[in-house]
């Protein structure tokens, strides 16, 4: 009996074993598939926070889209009521003049021809010295609304950056449409004679380009642009906002 009871006692100490080792595979397989679930909610959250900054940033671009309309309609009313204005000036001018002129002709001084000569050649100074404030001031405003919708294409940049790499068809039909968005946005800025400034590998210009730093950098030879920190922008032989760089050393750093 006890030989019976010995290895039938044995044979209940083998099954529990298995038992337990069969709980410990439940209990590593079960923290895996939590493990897994909290990784994936992880990405889910940070894919819903990307979506909503990307929108706010597509909220923006329409925002200054609009705003870059309602300024130029507020050029178009303001060039019109200076045209009137300058009208006024120049009838205003011509009848001081005319009153001048009788007065001469009463007083026997002159003839009218040269006085007409003289006006004429004063009026024409005056509509040339308006022509160009009006064309400097028109200059001067629109570069300022374009300089204001820079920060728009860097929000676009960004996003474009720091997009994760899943593959995922929702979230890379989003991505997408950003791109889509951000080439959009470009088109509209060379309609206005806006160019990208991106002078990777070119000589530092300090003209074109804002030094922000040195990098050391054997494949980049010295003084050249070793990295593009912000794209720059110019509008025509112009320069809306410098590019900010960082400038190589042309040597290999140490340590």
Same mark, same amino acid.
């Given at each position: 009996?006890?030989?019976?009871?010995?290895?039938?006692?044995?044979?209940?100490?083998?099954?529990?074993?298995?038992?337990?080792?069969?709980?410990?595979?439940?209990?590593?397989?079960?923290?895996?598939?939590?493990?897994?679930?909290?990784?994936?909610?992880?990405?889910?959250?940070?894919?819903?926070?990307?979506?909503?900054?990307?929108?706010?940033?597509?909220?923006?671009?329409?925002?200054?889209?609009?705003?870059?309309?309602?300024?130029?309609?507020?050029?178009?009313?303001?060039?019109?009521?200076?045209?009137?204005?300058?009208?006024?000036?120049?009838?205003?001018?011509?009848?001081?003049?005319?009153?001048?002129?009788?007065?001469?002709?009463?007083?026997?001084?002159?003839?009218?021809?040269?006085?007409?000569?003289?006006?004429?050649?004063?009026?024409?100074?005056?509509?040339?010295?308006?022509?160009?404030?009006?064309? $400097?001031?028109?200059?001067?405003? !629109? +570069?300022?609304?374009?300089?204001?919708?820079? %920060? *728009?294409?860097?929000?676009? =940049?960004? #996003?474009?950056?720091?997009?994760?790499?899943?593959?995922?068809?929702?979230?890379?039909?989003?991505?997408?449409?950003?791109?889509?968005?951000?080439? $959009?946005?470009?088109?509209?800025? !060379? +309609?206005?004679?806006?160019?990208?400034?991106? %002078? *990777?590998?070119?000589?530092? =210009?300090? #003209?074109?380009?804002?030094?922000?730093?040195?990098?050391?950098?054997?494949?980049?030879?010295?003084?050249?642009?070793?990295?593009?920190?912000?794209?720059?922008?110019?509008?025509?032989? !112009?320069?809306?906002?410098?590019?900010?760089?960082?400038?190589?050393?042309?040597?290999?750093?140490?340590?």
């Amino acid at each position: 009996m006890s030989y019976f009871f010995d290895q039938y006692g044995r044979r209940r100490l083998a099954n529990a074993q298995q038992s337990g080792d069969a709980r410990g595979d439940g209990l590593t397989l079960q923290q895996a598939v939590l493990d897994l679930k909290r990784q994936l909610d992880e990405r889910e959250r940070e894919n819903e926070e990307l979506k909503l900054r990307v929108a706010q940033q597509v909220k923006d671009l329409r925002d200054q889209a609009q705003a870059l309309e309602i300024k130029s309609d507020a050029l178009r009313k303001q060039s019109e009521e200076l045209k009137r204005l300058e009208t006024e000036l120049v009838f205003t001018r011509a009848a001081v003049r005319d009153a001048e002129q009788k007065q001469e002709e009463a007083a026997g001084n002159g003839s009218w021809q040269e006085r007409y000569l003289r006006l004429q050649a004063e009026l024409e100074n005056l509509r040339k010295r308006l022509e160009q404030r009006y064309a $400097a001031d028109t200059a001067e405003h !629109r +570069r300022q609304i374009l300089a204001d919708m820079l %920060p *728009l294409a860097d929000h676009l =940049d960004l #996003a474009l950056q720091h997009a994760p790499e899943i593959d995922d068809t929702a979230l890379g039909n989003f991505i997408r449409n950003i791109e889509a968005t951000r080439r $959009a946005f470009m088109d509209t800025l !060379r +309609r206005y004679d806006v160019e990208r400034l991106e %002078p *990777l590998n070119a000589a530092f =210009d300090p #003209a074109r380009h804002e030094a922000i730093g040195q990098i050391d950098s054997p494949d980049v030879p010295e003084d050249h642009v070793a990295q593009v920190v912000q794209a720059g922008y110019i509008e025509g032989d !112009r320069v809306l906002r410098p590019a900010r760089v960082l400038i190589s050393t042309g040597t290999r750093g140490q340590g």
